[in-house]
């Protein structure tokens, strides 16, 4: 059987999110994506807050996203609705806090090169 | 004579992996590859136990990697059989536990771009 | 009403930066950014210290940078101006320093690529 | 007068490193780098030792750097030639050892896009 344990974090962020917004023409892609993949490897189910900040404007949330235990959850900002969306082309920041610990990982892709990853990093963790 | 030591951590995270497939006709590159580097810089034999997890579906593993003394490994997940191949185009996961401390760094190659590599991180270490 | 926190640290690092210089004729980008993405999810306003070094001669600063509580600051090196530009084509690290705990995001953008994120990382946090 | 302090670790890991090696024809680029960039924030020159670590065969080193006091220092592995040089399109980690506390990122150039970064990552520091 695989191993499960409670790793990672309650709290990290990703300084420096973006949803972009491409608009070249009728073979433009829809699929850019700001994702946070998130790992839950414990037995329990994780309940994440996520807290989107801007330059100019108040932060927007909670968003709730709850990952099941021994799970990997892809979180798209692009999806997230509830309380509001986040804007497109504009920088933010976001403070997902978790009550089981978790792991997370930013990644952009750009649609426009076959769903290759653009960036990523290992998200920063405050504890 | 180099430097030996017991370096980096026994448990890492990689929570945004991804083997990519690539279907663009004759042409379409058969070697990109999803890896993750790692190096046992000390004097033991390192032997490592990964997990794979997903989105929909339970945990797959333990895949077994052994990583001589002072030697860095490259693990590319797409080679992994036992217990099971990866699925591809498939997000997963991955915990890497080791019982000697090792430094792991994910890196995703598009063969497209003359092997260069298009994204890396270090892993998370979560001790 | 969302989170806030003093989440972070007070001292960070970016190890390699560059402001890249597009000079490819008329269609040549102007909009390349060497940028510091800054995360302060606190109810402080805080004030941020930067200091730049280089290979070959003395570090030049502080430049001062102030995030409100609770916004996200975008600092591009570009625009820097007091005490002095940062030459352009020239590598350097920079030292920054704040009064209350933030969370910094190293991105470099290429804008030949429609605004898509080149290199990012977070970055080096030393308390 | 710009801020000096120890900040950083005395050792470090890249664990996925590359010199690649370009030979698509007359155009192909020939500057095509594997870079660590270190900060030296310190009143003190800091003396680095460098241990490169391979899949299948022994370690090579050390490669000494010395990077003065408040100084940026590019350390190219594509230059390095004593003890011997580099193989290249040999994947490799390296190990760095300074008496000073410095801090290491580690950034793969892509000539052949106008000298932009392919990737980036702060290194992981081992202390």
């Known amino acids: 059987m695989p191993a499960t ?5 309650t709290t990290w962020v990703i300084a420096a999110a973006l949803i972009p917004e491409w608009g070249e023409g009728p073979g433009a892609p829809v699929a850019s994506r700001e994702t946070a993949s998130i790992l839950n490897a414990s037995e329990r189910e994780a309940h994440a807050s996520i807290t989107v900040f801007f330059q100019n404007r108040e932060p927007i949330g909670p968003y709730r996203v709850t990952v099941p235990a021994r799970r990997a959850e892809r979180l798209c900002f692009n999806d997230l609705e509830k309380p509001t969306p986040i804007p497109h082309d504009t920088q933010f920041a976001c403070l997902i806090e978790s009550d089981v610990p978790i792991v997370v990982q930013q990644t952009r ?10 960036i990523t990093t290992i998200a920063y963790s405050a504890n």
Chains 1, 2, 3, 4 share one sequence.
């Open 5 to 9: 344990a409670e790793i990672g974090s």
């Open 109 to 118: 892709l750009d649609a426009r090169r076959g769903d290759a990853a653009a």
